[in-house]
C-alpha cells in the first residue's frame, strides 16, 4: 500500500542493499531512534565469482551511493559506484572500478519478501567507464545522466557524462568532459587525493538537470573548484563539445541541486582535491545567467556551519525547498544542517537563517550528508559516520517549524545520497 507521505530509498553505500522507509511511519513517536519504519532493505549489487571457478559465491560490494526516480515512481536507478567488484576488491581499493546502475523496481522494493534478496532489481547496466557518482533522469523522462567520477584504478581521471536510455537500458552516448587546459599531470594521478597531481580531469560528482533553454546540465566538478555547464541538446546530439561555459565557486564541490522551476542551482563546495582544504560555502547559481556563460552565474556563496570563516564545515549536500525559497545544506565537518533563505543570499545578506545540530542515538558524530525532500515538507537528511552495517540514519527535519522531529535507523554504512518517491 502506499504511504501517505511517500517513501524513501536509501543508499547504502558500504552495505551491499538500499533501505525502504515509510515516511508516515518514521514519523510516528514510538519509531524514533529505532529501525522500526524500514520495509525492506533490497539487494542493490550482483553476486560475483571471488574463486575463479565461474559460479557466483559472493555479493558484489558495489557501493549503492546515489539514486534517481523516475517521475512515475516505478524505479530506481541505483549508481554502484565500484559496480561488481568483489567485497576484497573495493575494501583493498574503493576507487576505479567499472560502474554499474540497478534498475529497482519500487513496488517489489517495498514488499518485505525481497528483504536481503535481489527479488527487486529489474536489471544491471554497466555503464562501461569506472567510479560513477551522482546520476540524473532528464526532464522527458528518457534518459537518465550518470558521472564517470574516475578513471580505472585511480581517484582521478573522471572525464564524461555516460547517457544511459530508460528505455532500453542502454548506454546510447558519450558525453566528454573538458579537461584543464595546459595541466602538466600526464595522465591520471596515481595518488590518492588531496595531491598536487589532481586537476587535469575535471572528477565529476554531483549532477543536475534544468528544463530551461531546452535542458541544461550542471556537472559539479570535484577535481576543479567549478560547475560545468552542458546543453542538454547538444550533448545528446554527440556534439564532442557540449560545454556552454563553467561557474566558479569556493573549492571541489560535491552535492548539487536544481530548484523546482529551474531557475537556480545550489552547489556544496566540499574540498580540493589537489590540496588539503576543505570548503565552507554554498554557491547560488543563477541559471540563465549560467546558460548565457556570463561570469556572474554564480550570484551568491552563503558561508554555512560555522561563524568562524577560517573554519572548515565540509559541505556535503543541498535541496530546495519545495517553494525553492529555501535551500537545507548538510555539513559534515561540523555536524550540521543549515537553512538558507535564497533571496537573502541572492540580495547579500546573511542568509543562513538557521543552524542544526543533530544528535545520533548513540552519541557518535552526526557526519550528515545526503538530502532528499518527502512529503512536501520533510527534508530527510542521511548521517551517521562508518560504523559497520546498518549503522547509518536518516533525521526529518520538519521545514515548516525548524525542527528534527524523528530519526530512523538502520539505514546502510556510510549512506550517501537518498531520493523520495
Known amino acids: 500500500m502506499p504511504s501517505a507521505l511517500g517513501h524513501l530509498i536509501v543508499s547504502g553505500r558500504w552495505d551491499d542493499n538500499v533501505a525502504i522507509v515509510d515516511v508516515a511511519a518514521a514519523l510516528r513517536p514510538e519509531n524514533d531512534g529505532t529501525p522500526n519504519a524500514v520495509l525492506s532493505r533490497p539487494r542493490a549489487t550482483p553476486d560475483v565469482d571471488t574463486d575463479g571457478d565461474g559460479k557466483p ?222 570548503g565552507r560555502t554554498v554557491s547560488i547559481i543563477d541559471v540563465e545567467r549560467a546558460a548565457a556563460g556570463g561570469k556572474d552565474a554564480e550570484v551568491a556563496r552563503v558561508r554555512v556551519g560555522s561563524d568562524d570563516p577560517n573554519e572548515a564545515t565540509r559541505p556535503f549536500a543541498v535541496a530546495f525547498a519545495p517553494d525553492g525559497k529555501r535551500v537545507v545544506a548538510s555539513c559534515f565537518r561540523s555536524n550540521t544542517i543549515s537553512l538558507i533563505d535564497v533571496a537573502d543570499a541572492v540580495a547579500g545578506r546573511p542568509a543562513e537563517i538557521q543552524r542544526l545540530y543533530p544528535r545520533t542515538p548513540t552519541g557518535a558524530l552526526a557526519r550528515p550528508r545526503g538530502i532528499a525532500i518527502a512529503g512536501a515538507r520533510y527534508a530527510c537528511v542521511i548521517g551517521g559516520a562508518k560504523a559497520g552495517p546498518g549503522s547509518s540514519l536518516v533525521w526529518f527535519l520538519d521545514l515548516e517549524s525548524g525542527k528534527i522531529v524523528s530519526c530512523t535507523t538502520g539505514v546502510g554504512n556510510e549512506s550517501y545520497m537518498l531520493a523520495a518517491f
Do not use: W
Request: glycine content about 14%; overall charge negative.
Open 57 to 278: 559465491d559472493a555479493k558484489a560490494s558495489g557501493q549503492p551511493v546515489s539514486i534517481a526516480v523516475d517521475a512515475q515512481s516505478r524505479f530506481a536507478y541505483v549508481v554502484n559506484h565500484s559496480g561488481a567488484a568483489t567485497p576484497a576488491g573495493a575494501a583493498g581499493y574503493q576507487h576505479g572500478h567499472p560502474g554499474l546502475v540497478g534498475v529497482v523496481d519500487l513496488k517489489a522494493a517495498r514488499d518485505k519478501a525481497n528483504d536481503g534478496t535481489l527479488g527487486a532489481i529489474a536489471e544491471f547496466v554497466p555503464t562501461g567507464r569506472t567510479g560513477p557518482v551522482g546520476c540524473a533522469i532528464t526532464p522527458d523522462g528518457r534518459t537518465l545522466l550518470v558521472n564517470c567520477g574516475e578513471a580505472e584504478g585511480s581517484e582521478d581521471g573522471g572525464d564524461e557524462v555516460t547517457a544511459i536510455d530508460v528505455a532500453t537500458r542502454k548506454v546510447v552516448r558519450r558525453i566528454p568532459l573538458a579537461e584543464m587546459p595546459g595541466h602538466p599531470a600526464p595522465g591520471p594521478s596515481k595518488h590518492d587525493s588531496p595531491h598536487p597531481s589532481f586537476g587535469r580531469y575535471p572528477n565529476p560528482t554531483g549532477l543536475g538537470i534544468s528544463a530551461l533553454k531546452g535542458g541544461l546540465v550542471f556537472v559539479a566538478n570535484g577535481g576543479f573548484s567549478d560547475v560545468s555547464v552542458l546543453s542538454l541538446e547538444a550533448a545528446m546530439a554527440g556534439d564532442k563539445h557540449p560545454e556552454i561555459g563553467r561557474v566558479e565557486i569556493e573549492t571541489g564541490p560535491f552535492g548539487l541541486a536544481v530548484s523546482p522551476d529551474g531557475r537556480m542551482v545550489a552547489v556544496a563546495a566540499r574540498e580540493s582535491m589537489s590540496h588539503a582544504y576543505e
